[in-house]
């Protein structure tokens, strides 16, 4: 079975301009998270998503943030225009259902913005 | 609001050395769920345990041992004679059982850097 992946693994963008991460669960699984951490800090929920409805995006940060899960496959996470604070690891995870907390979380994608 | 607290920021070892990793939460909820993630160099955070509040018994794996005492509200680990292949970022987490409103999503510590030194 695989895993829960994330592309690109890193990205290096410049200030302003718009960047997308996406995330491929594994397959069957309805809930869908997003995460991020910004150096050095804990591990923040950004959105929940199940399927393809968000069932709590309270964690997402501002508007320049904006999250699709078209389907109910995989997901995109778009930040335009990107600012310097958005730096981080993003991370991805799916479960099954809602409070099967056996996660499976990907490998991240580190946003660095210049 | 949850919170969870991991004191140690960084803690370097000897190799065969035990070691415990503290994580002190904080909860309105009497349902409630205690977790630990490694995020080994690969990146990727990897699942090491979940109790629920009503658990208290401590529960060992292998090297990997597990202390929750709901009095203190702590939730430590502990590796016994590390490894190198043990050097992470450990992270503690905390959910909401069902009908919680943050129910599904984790609130976690700030992670735990260990070195184990060969």
């Known amino acids: 079975e695989a895993g829960v992946t994330q592309f690109p693994s890193h990205s290096v963008i410049e200030k302003g301009q718009t960047v997308t991460l996406r995330c491929d669960p594994i397959?069957?699984?309805?809930?869908l998270y997003w995460y991020r951490r910004v150096m050095g800090k804990e591990i923040k929920f950004l959105l929940h998503?199940?399927?393809?409805?968000?069932?709590?995006e309270s964690g997402m940060p501002n508007n320049r943030f904006l999250a699709e899960r078209t389907g109910g496959t995989y997901s995109t996470l778009k930040v335009q225009p990107a600012e310097l604070e958005d730096s981080g690891v993003y991370f991805c995870?799916?479960?099954?259902?809602?409070?099967?907390?056996?996660?499976?979380f990907g490998s991240g994608t580190r946003l660095t913005v210049v | 609001a949850q919170k969870v607290t991991q004191a140690q920021t960084e803690i370097s070892v000897v190799e065969k050395e035990d070691v415990t990793l503290d994580c002190v939460y904080e909860?309105?909820?009497?349902?409630?769920?205690l977790f630990w993630y490694k995020q080994p160099p690969s990146g990727e955070l990897v699942f090491l345990i979940r109790r629920n509040s009503f658990d208290e018994q401590n529960e060992i794996s292998g090297r990997y041992s597990w202390n929750f005492q709901k009095s203190t509200s702590s939730f430590n680990f502990t590796i016994t004679a590390s490894q190198v292949v043990d050097s992470a970022v450990y992270f503690c987490a905390l959910s909401e059982g069902a009908g919680g409103t943050s129910y599904g999503k984790l609130t976690f510590g700030q992670g735990t850097i260990l070195t184990v030194h060969p």
């Open positions: 995870a799916s479960s099954q259902w809602t409070g099967d907390y056996g996660y499976t």
């Open positions: 397959s069957g699984h309805d809930n």
């Open positions: 909860t309105r909820d009497t349902t409630y769920y």
């Open positions: 998503f199940v399927k393809e409805s968000k069932q709590d």
